[in-house]
């Protein structure tokens, strides 16, 4: 049995659960074909486990078809529909293989979304058997593009949920004994990350209310240099996955505070860690993630106001309630996971093989 992923930008997560599939299948062959990695998430993949990875920029449109003929796979997946040479590949093996496309963006109705949709429902069905999405809002786009219910999947997006709930339980006796005074944002420094209107938010509030509170950010980006620079705001830099836990263990609460993500699966992994969460609601990731006033808040983060506000909620809570906030949080974590994310996978390499079958 025979994957072919190709891909726009891998991130670990996406890795992680490659991982999984072979170790719970062995008999699969994985090849992932992806673009570079991006300089500002330089990750270390170690696909040694996996399969083979393969750079998207040694192939132009003949030899990216030839190359998928000679691997003759049961399973295509395919991210987006920008890259116009896998979908032309794609269109050869509609009815070959089981062809799937990802997407992670969410249904606004804006002008551009819906002349996109008018003019892909009439060819993206066609070319994709399926679609994977992670959650509902991006179920809607999905019957928007012209895939109806029983064509429509969801749970694409999943964290190491293994991995992250070993954290939470490797840390909360001490939290529970001290909860970490420590706000940890996980994000690019971007221009839609919002890292700015964050900071500033989190100085106002230090010289209104003096607290023990700190700051902690994690990445790197193009807006790196206009870093704020407070005693109590630290910067990490880009971290590796293998070096997030010394992190997760003395920080206590997850803040991101985009002005637009799709998603984010950098929430997931803080919900199984038992973070409570403060989340902006334009991230995706909120709607399956954040129960307010449970786990955490959903903010809005177009204003310092706004954001002043939300972590104010936190900092005047008990520890008591943080902590439990934290359990609540690792729970609501379980309803998507790397298990079903493997099975949906093998459902679609056994509808693949129905195919090739009936041929």
């Given at each position: 049995?025979?994957?072919?992923?190709?891909?726009?930008?891998?991130?670990?997560?996406?890795?992680?659960?490659?991982?999984?599939?072979?170790?719970?299948?062995?008999?699969?062959?994985?090849?992932?074909?992806?673009?570079?990695?991006?300089?500002?998430?330089?990750?270390?993949?170690?696909?040694?486990?996996?399969?083979?990875?393969?750079?998207?920029?040694?192939?132009?449109?003949?030899?990216?078809?030839?190359?998928?003929?000679?691997?003759?796979?049961?399973?295509?997946?395919?991210?987006?529909?920008?890259?116009?040479?896998?979908l032309k590949v794609i269109r050869t093996w509609r009815n070959k293989a089981t062809t799937v496309m990802c997407?992670?963006?969410?249904?606004?109705?804006?002008?551009?979304?819906?002349?996109?949709?008018?003019?892909?429902?009439?060819?993206?069905p066609k070319v994709f058997n399926y679609i994977w999405v992670p959650y509902k809002r991006q179920g809607k786009?999905?019957?928007?593009?012209?895939?109806?219910?029983?064509?429509?999947?969801?749970?694409?997006?999943?964290?190491?949920?293994?991995?992250?709930?070993?954290?939470?339980?490797?840390?909360?006796?001490?939290?529970?004994?001290?909860?970490?005074?420590?706000?940890?944002?996980?994000?690019?420094?971007?221009?839609?990350?919002?890292?700015?209107?964050?900071?500033?938010?989190?100085?106002?509030?230090?010289?209104?209310?003096?607290?023990?509170?700190?700051?902690?950010?994690?990445?790197?980006?193009?807006?790196?240099?206009?870093?704020?620079?407070?005693?109590?705001?630290?910067?990490?830099?880009?971290?590796?996955?293998?070096?997030?836990?010394?992190?997760?263990?003395?920080?206590?609460?997850?803040?991101?505070?985009?002005?637009?993500?799709?998603?984010?699966?950098?929430?997931?992994?803080?919900?199984?860690?038992?973070?409570?969460?403060?989340?902006?609601?334009?991230?995706?990731?909120?709607?399956?993630?954040?129960?307010?006033?449970?786990?955490?808040?959903?903010?809005?983060?177009?204003?310092?106001?706004?954001?002043?506000?939300?972590?104010?909620?936190?900092?005047?809570?008990?520890?008591?309630?943080?902590?439990?906030?934290?359990?609540?949080?690792?729970?609501?974590?379980?309803?998507?996971?790397?298990?079903?994310?493997?099975?949906?996978?093998?459902?679609?390499?056994?509808?693949?093989?129905?195919?090739?079958?009936?041929?």
């Amino acid at each position: 049995m025979k994957i072919l992923i190709l891909y726009m930008e891998l991130a670990d997560y996406t890795v992680q659960c490659l991982k999984k599939l072979k170790l719970a299948h062995p008999e699969v062959s994985i090849h992932t074909v992806a673009y570079p990695i991006n300089d500002e998430a330089p990750f270390n993949f170690d696909f040694t486990t996996i399969g083979k990875l393969y750079n998207r920029d040694k192939f132009d449109h003949e030899k990216l078809q030839l190359f998928v003929d000679k691997i003759d796979p049961q399973l295509i997946i395919c991210s987006g529909w920008k890259d116009k040479s896998y979908l032309k590949v794609i269109r050869t093996w509609r009815n070959k293989a089981t062809t799937v496309m990802c997407m992670d963006n969410e249904w606004h109705a804006s002008l551009r979304q819906r002349l996109s949709a008018l003019a892909a429902r009439f060819f993206l069905p066609k070319v994709f058997n399926y679609i994977w999405v992670p959650y509902k809002r991006q179920g809607k786009f999905a019957k928007k593009l012209g895939f109806n219910d029983e064509c429509i999947k969801y749970g694409f997006y999943t964290a190491d949920t293994e991995k992250f709930s070993g954290f939470y339980e490797k840390n909360i006796k001490a939290k529970q004994a001290a909860f970490p005074k420590v706000f940890l944002c996980v994000a690019r420094y971007f221009p839609q990350k919002n890292l700015e209107t964050l900071w500033n938010a989190f100085v106002q509030l230090q010289n209104e209310e003096p607290n023990e509170w700190e700051l902690w950010n994690m990445g790197t980006g193009t807006d790196f240099e206009k870093r704020f620079i407070d005693p109590k705001i630290k910067h990490l830099g880009f971290v590796q996955p293998n070096q997030m836990e010394e992190y997760i263990a003395k920080a206590g609460v997850f803040v991101l505070p985009s002005l637009f993500e799709p998603w984010g699966v950098v929430v997931h992994e803080f919900a199984a860690s038992g973070f409570p969460l403060l989340i902006s609601k334009h991230v995706g990731a909120s709607q399956a993630f954040v129960e307010n006033g449970i786990n955490g808040y959903v903010f809005k983060p177009s204003s310092v106001e706004n954001i002043k506000e939300a972590l104010l909620k936190i900092m005047q809570l008990p520890d008591h309630e943080l902590n439990q906030m934290g359990i609540n949080s690792a729970e609501i974590a379980k309803q998507i996971n790397q298990e079903a994310w493997v099975e949906q996978c093998m459902q679609f390499i056994n509808h693949g093989k129905a195919v090739s079958a009936a041929l």
